[in-house]
């Protein structure tokens, strides 16, 4: 229950920004924004962007059926629409299918939106955040029911240049998993990478092992910034990972 009602998003807005949520049939954005930014017409605005990028996502998939089925690498044309290519280079780069990226897509996409007008933006969809703020950041890790869920967080440094913090799990929430890990949380430039990765890294962890192959697989992929995985009572990190107490 824990997920479901997204309890993980309390305490993420630092101050000097504004939240609210923005909903569009299963997309369901947490958005901070410098409060000088936060406007009454914002979240208006972003609820139409969002049901833009849906419709061109959702039409190119009645066309391609098999890319929003397959679990695999994928080739599509030069002219599909620019969500869609970003979904696959993503994809194909952590070596599963377009959709992993999917919620990755629209953190960014709203993100890089919000960008134009507020010089701080935290974007959380479904445990996958893009985000550019100046100030430190800590964010829990929700790893079911493992000793360390909502026990320890991460600790984000502040920079100029957006960057992407994605989780997933093989025991917690809706999306498919191959795997068993708790909570797998991947640190990459590129929010979509991330959460391709975050994917990736989550179905290489079986049972009581393979922590160390999908570390392994995470840390060699190149835009990716820092790993963490957790299964049951173990934890494993590697990169620009800064844990503290949740």
């Given at each position: 229950m824990?997920?479901?009602?997204?309890h993980y998003r309390q305490g993420l807005c630092p101050s000097g920004m504004k939240a609210f949520i923005v909903t569009v049939k299963d997309t369901d954005l947490w958005i901070a924004v410098d409060e000088q930014a936060a406007t009454p017409d914002l979240a208006a605005e972003l609820e139409h962007f969002i049901w833009n990028e849906r419709r061109v996502l959702e039409q190119y998939i009645q066309e391609d059926p098999?890319?929003?089925k397959t679990l695999d690498p994928y080739l599509v044309s030069e002219q599909a629409p620019p969500i869609a290519l970003?979904?696959?280079?993503?994809?194909n780069l952590a070596r599963v299918g377009p959709m992993a990226a999917v919620a990755g897509a629209f953190a960014q996409r709203v993100g890089l939106e919000v960008l134009r007008r507020s010089q701080q933006v935290i974007v959380e969809n479904g445990g996958d955040i893009f985000l550019r703020c100046d100030k430190s950041l800590s964010i829990g890790v929700f790893a079911g029911d493992s000793p360390f869920s909502q026990r320890v967080a991460l600790r984000i440094k502040p920079r100029e240049a957006p960057r992407g913090v994605c989780t997933s799990s093989g025991r917690v929430g809706p999306s498919y998993s191959r795997g068993?890990?708790?909570a797998a949380v991947i640190l990459a430039r590129d929010t979509l990478l991330a959460d391709a990765v975050?994917?990736?890294?989550?179905?290489r962890v079986q049972s009581d092992q393979g922590l160390d192959q999908a570390l392994e697989l995470a840390r060699e992929i190149q835009g990716v910034e820092g790993v963490l995985i957790i299964q049951e009572d173990r934890l494993a990190a590697w990169g620009d990972i800064q844990l503290e107490e949740g």
């Amino acid at each position: 229950m824990a997920y479901s009602k997204r309890h993980y998003r309390q305490g993420l807005c630092p101050s000097g920004m504004k939240a609210f949520i923005v909903t569009v049939k299963d997309t369901d954005l947490w958005i901070a924004v410098d409060e000088q930014a936060a406007t009454p017409d914002l979240a208006a605005e972003l609820e139409h962007f969002i049901w833009n990028e849906r419709r061109v996502l959702e039409q190119y998939i009645q066309e391609d059926p098999l890319f929003g089925k397959t679990l695999d690498p994928y080739l599509v044309s030069e002219q599909a629409p620019p969500i869609a290519l970003e979904m696959v280079r993503a994809g194909n780069l952590a070596r599963v299918g377009p959709m992993a990226a999917v919620a990755g897509a629209f953190a960014q996409r709203v993100g890089l939106e919000v960008l134009r007008r507020s010089q701080q933006v935290i974007v959380e969809n479904g445990g996958d955040i893009f985000l550019r703020c100046d100030k430190s950041l800590s964010i829990g890790v929700f790893a079911g029911d493992s000793p360390f869920s909502q026990r320890v967080a991460l600790r984000i440094k502040p920079r100029e240049a957006p960057r992407g913090v994605c989780t997933s799990s093989g025991r917690v929430g809706p999306s498919y998993s191959r795997g068993q890990a708790d909570a797998a949380v991947i640190l990459a430039r590129d929010t979509l990478l991330a959460d391709a990765v975050a994917t990736a890294t989550a179905n290489r962890v079986q049972s009581d092992q393979g922590l160390d192959q999908a570390l392994e697989l995470a840390r060699e992929i190149q835009g990716v910034e820092g790993v963490l995985i957790i299964q049951e009572d173990r934890l494993a990190a590697w990169g620009d990972i800064q844990l503290e107490e949740g």
